[in-house]
């Protein structure tokens, strides 16, 4: 398919080419959403990933595989640009798809991890975040759609779990 | 080496997240736009199978309760 046909985000690609080049990553944004309880629509795929040039190496490799391009100028990313980014948007044959680097704990990539959900998706295994990282990533962002996301994971869990957000809460 | 500095992934970066919001919405607008009927139902309903199947892996693994499909 090509990429530049919209057929929107497909998470079981996502996965199984991720696993496939060895990245390490946790799924964040609205799939996650999903898991933990909130069935709604989403537009893209979202990974957490840690820093280190480990990591810049596995995103080429994902990249390639996927045949991503940067979606604002179509352009092939170079390992200078992947080595320092705090954040990536490509668009590939999987549909749009954000790569972010962990914040300040409790937004790092270990925090996030550890809170994550071992899950199966398609036939491969896959971190995705859990609802402790979700409610920080939401509070974090304060968008409508993220304040709803709070309200109906509130709604079904019951008090949501918050942890301090250094600059937010303290 | 990761020369990587800083992460947006904090408060302070309010501007940098709405270009990056602007930009996602811009190309989403777009691209509904060149669909046609029966391409936005077929995603409509790839969408809706992954995210059944998400969900339905989370409630496998104890992770939500099954009650999630009903609420």
């Known amino acids: 398919m090509s990429q530049d046909e919209p057929s929107g985000p497909d998470l079981d690609g996502v996965v199984a080419d991720a696993n496939a080049v060895g990245l390490h990553y946790v799924v964040i944004?609205?799939?996650a959403v999903m898991a933990n309880g909130f069935l709604r629509a989403t537009k893209d795929s979202d990974l957490l990933v840690p820093d280190g040039s480990e990591t810049d190496e596995a995103i080429l490799r994902f990249f390639d595989?996927?045949?991503?391009?940067r979606l604002r100028d179509g352009k092939i990313l170079t390992r200078g640009e992947v080595a320092g980014a705090e954040h990536l948007r490509v668009r590939s044959r999987h549909g749009i798809i954000d790569v972010m680097r962990g914040g300040l704990p409790p937004l790092d990539?270990?925090?996030?991890a550890k809170d994550a959900i071992d899950i199966e998706i398609g036939s491969q295994r896959a971190l995705v975040a859990g609802?402790?990282?979700?409610?920080?990533?939401?509070r974090l962002a304060g968008r409508p759609q993220?304040?709803?996301?709070l309200e109906e994971l509130e709604s079904f869990h019951g008090e949501l779990?918050?942890?301090p957000i250094p600059g937010l809460d303290t | 080496m990761s020369t990587r500095s800083r992460t947006l992934l904090e408060p302070g970066h309010e501007a940098e997240w709405a270009e990056l919001n602007r930009e996602k919405r811009e190309y989403h607008e777009r691209t509904a736009?060149?669909?046609t009927p029966s391409e936005r139902i077929a995603r409509g309903q790839k969408l809706s199978q992954q995210a059944v199947?998400?969900?339905?892996?989370?409630?496998?693994?104890?992770?939500?309760?099954?009650?999630?499909?009903?609420?």
């Not at chain 1, 609802?131 to 939401?138: A, D, E, N, Q, Y």
């Not at chain 1, 993220?146 to 996301?149: P, S, Y």
């Not at chain 2, 199947?53 to 609420?71: E, N, T």
């Open chain 1, 29 to 31: 944004g609205g799939f």
């Open chain 1, 65 to 69: 595989r996927i045949e991503a391009r």
């Open chain 1, 109 to 112: 990539y270990d925090t996030v």
């Open chain 1, 131 to 138: 609802l402790r990282s979700i409610v920080g990533f939401k």
């Open chain 1, 146 to 149: 993220d304040r709803r996301d």
């Open chain 1, 161 to 163: 779990p918050v942890d």
């Open chain 2, 33 to 35: 736009r060149a669909l």
């Open chain 2, 53 to 71: 199947k998400l969900l339905a892996a989370s409630m496998r693994s104890g992770h939500v309760p099954g009650r999630a499909f009903w609420s």
